[in-house]
C-alpha cells in the first residue's frame, strides 16, 4: 500500500534553514495523478497549502513564502522536498507532505498523507 514518511523536522533558529523529506513507498512518485504538496498545521489553526508541483509541472507557493520554500522532487530516489530558509518563529508548525495517487486504473485520484513532522522556530 502507499506510504508517505516525512523527515528532516525538528528545532531550528530563526533565520536558519530546514530540509524536509517525504518518501514515497508503494507507488511512484513520478506516475501521481494529480499534485505533490506540502502543507502545513499551526498551532491553533487550520491545515493549508505551502507548496506544490501541479500535474503540469509548474510549482505553486502559496504566498507570502514563496521566497523562502522551494519545493522539488527526486524521482530516482521517489522523495519530495521542501527546502525552507530564513526561518520565523511562524514557521513553527506540522508539515505534512500529501501526493495523489489512483490505487489503481479504476480508483479516483485523491491525496495520500504522510503522518507529519515537527518543525519548531525560536
Known amino acids: 500500500h502507499v506510504q508517505l514518511v516525512e523527515s528532516g523536522g525538528g528545532s531550528a533558529q530563526a533565520g536558519g534553514s530546514l530540509k524536509l523529506s517525504c518518501t514515497v513507498s508503494?507507488?511512484?512518485?513520478?506516475?501521481?495523478?494529480?499534485?505533490k504538496a506540502w502543507y502545513r498545521q499551526q498551532p491553533g489553526k487550520d491545515r493549508e497549502l505551502v507548496a506544490s508541483?501541479?500535474?503540469?509541472?509548474?510549482?505553486s507557493y502559496v504566498p507570502p513564502d514563496k521566497s523562502r520554500f522551494t519545493i522539488s522532487q527526486d524521482t530516482a530516489e521517489n522523495t519530495l522536498t521542501l527546502h525552507m530558509s530564513s526561518l520565523k518563529t511562524d514557521d513553527t508548525a506540522v508539515y505534512y507532505c500529501?501526493?495523489?495517487?489512483?490505487?489503481?486504473?479504476?480508483?479516483?485520484?485523491?491525496?495520500?498523507w504522510g503522518q507529519g513532522t515537527q518543525v519548531t522556530v525560536s
Open positions: 508503494g507507488h511512484t512518485l513520478s506516475k501521481t495523478c494529480g499534485k
Open positions: 508541483i501541479n500535474y503540469d509541472g509548474s510549482v
Open positions: 500529501a501526493v495523489d495517487f489512483r490505487a489503481s486504473v479504476f480508483s479516483p485520484c485523491i491525496p495520500y
